[in-house]
């Protein structure tokens, strides 16, 4: 998207094999304000193979394989001498696990974006609505956050306990900058200057039923206690169409919790067509709004009636990136 809100023209994606990537296939030093010089190297070190493989995948494979590998190269990043940030992002991992990311966000779900400007350099808390109920919401966030904004940044989620239980799954997310939600991991991403995507409305959220939808749910205080804790600001973020990816019928709860999960959603797809029906998604149309970044003062151990009043800020100017989308949208899958 360009800065006035309008889509850009995504040829640029379409760039010779020797164009924006090729600092990091000759070991170029990541660029970022941080950058601790560790992107272009490790990807030197490590993506012999995956370019290799990338010869073989169609032309708008490759393409957009290379978009990534070159905004990965300007991130703000903090590489140690093995390549890897204090919180286990690993650039080659992650251009390999982005990669169906990227693909869903430019042809699948046809993301725009709209005011991504408003997002300021350095630590700052990324808040949004969340539905849908698999994350794609999270996921499409993340990668309008690389592939568009001014400073390409790493945005990083703050994934459920029980990612970390499937095997591969925490390893995975660990190497695309994913934590598991604690206060204390997101504290000590903040202090280290990062951008961190919270959504407060949590499962409730995601997993609510399709009348519901655009419906915010109770908001959780601790994005704020953490944001007052730290001096971050706060920018809302509006996502709009992935509340009609995956409509839902009911969430059981209750049933979900016995088996270890956060929620049991029943959808269209879930559980009717096993595992693979928790991944599908209906090819709907993203917009993520951004809204201007907001800045809280107070003490984060304050009453809860007070943090409340500051949430409700938070959530009020969600919502009103919300009823934009949906007014300036002209249906769901375009």
């Not at 306990?161 to 900058?177: D, E, Q």
């Not at 991991?185 to 519901?212: I, Y």
């Not at 149309?285 to 809860?304: N, V, W």
């Amino acid at each position: 998207m360009r800065e006035d809100g309008e889509p850009t023209d995504t040829s640029r994606a379409g760039q010779d094999e020797s164009g924006p990537s090729a600092e990091l296939r000759s070991g170029g030093r990541g660029r970022g304000p941080r950058g601790g010089g560790g992107a272009g190297m490790a990807m030197q070190a490590g993506g012999s193979n995956s370019l290799a493989l990338a010869r073989l995948l169609p032309g708008p494979v490759r393409r957009i394989d290379r978009e990534i590998a070159d905004r990965l190269s300007k991130a703000p990043l903090q590489l140690n001498q093995f390549g890897y940030d204090p919180y286990g992002f690993h650039p080659v991992a992650a251009r390999q696990l982005l990669l169906p990311a990227a693909l869903l966000y430019r042809y699948y779900f046809r993301v725009d974006t709209f005011d991504i400007e408003r997002v300021p350099e350095g630590r700052v808390l990324l808040i949004a609505n969340h539905s849908g109920q698999f994350a794609y919401d999270g996921s499409m966030l993340s990668m309008a956050m690389l592939l568009h904004a001014r400073t390409p940044r790493l945005c990083r989620g703050m994934g459920e306990y029980f990612l970390w239980r499937v095997p591969w799954m925490g390893i995975s997310a660990s190497r695309i900058g994913t934590m598991v939600g604690t206060p204390e991991n997101c504290v000590a991403m903040l202090r280290d200057g990062e951008c961190v995507m919270v959504f407060p409305e949590g499962a409730e959220g995601a997993n609510k039923p399709f009348r519901k939808r655009y419906q915010l749910q109770r908001f959780g205080l601790g994005f704020m206690r953490l944001a007052l804790e730290t001096r971050t600001p706060i920018v809302p973020v509006g996502i709009v169409g992935a509340e009609e990816q995956q409509p839902g019928f009911a969430n059981l709860a209750d049933f979900g919790r016995r088996v270890n999960l956060p929620s049991f959603p029943i959808t269209i797809t879930q559980p009717w067509f096993g595992p693979l029906g928790s991944v599908a998604a209906l090819p709907v149309k993203y917009r993520i709004y951004f809204g201007e970044p907001l800045s809280f003062e107070g003490d984060a151990h304050d009453e809860d009636s007070i943090v409340e009043g500051q949430v409700g800020i938070v959530k009020g100017a969600i919502g009103d990136l919300l009823e934009r989308g949906l007014r300036e949208r002209t249906g769901i899958f375009r």
